[in-house]
Nanobody, 125 residues
Framework: HVQLVESGGGLVKAGGSLTLRCEYS???????MGWFRQAPGKKREGVAA???????VYSDSVKGRFTISRDYGERSVILQMIDLRPEDSALYTC?????????????????????WGQGTQVTVS
């Protein structure tokens, strides 16, 4: 069982930035990690994912503004967000799975993930 804990959310003005962190409990296993977000009344959307080899995929809505990376020393996956917009407001949740999809674009599909964190709220005014 993998435990995931997100942090770093908050309230920020449009154009501002935030850095989210997802701490994971596994040490040696290889997992693909994804960041998802869900706003009230909307479907959950995958925004970025990184696999154990460092391959990365972004949704078109965040490409060029969000950066996903791994911090192996802290056993974390980081989501750096710049140029935030009101439409980025959502509950951001990280997820883990050994193989969420055969091709990178499917790593943004939530159905492929087994383990989920509780989420951290991002609000852009």
């Amino acid at each position: 069982h993998v435990q995931l804990v997100e942090s770093g959310g908050g309230l920020v003005k449009a154009g501002g930035s935030l850095t989210l962190r997802c701490e994971y409990s596994y040490t040696h296993e290889k997992y693909c990690m994804g960041w998802f977000r869900q706003a009230p009344g909307k479907k959950r959307e995958g925004v970025a994912a990184i696999n154990s080899d460092g391959q990365i995929v972004y949704s078109d809505s965040v490409k060029g503004r969000f950066t996903i990376s791994r911090d192996y020393g802290e056993r974390s996956v980081i989501l750096q967000m710049i140029d935030l917009r009101p439409e980025d407001s959502a509950l951001y949740t990280c997820a883990a799975d050994r193989q969420p999809g055969i091709i990178p674009s499917r790593w943004l599909w939530d159905i492929g993930y087994t383990f989920w964190g509780q989420g951290t709220q991002v609000t852009v005014s």
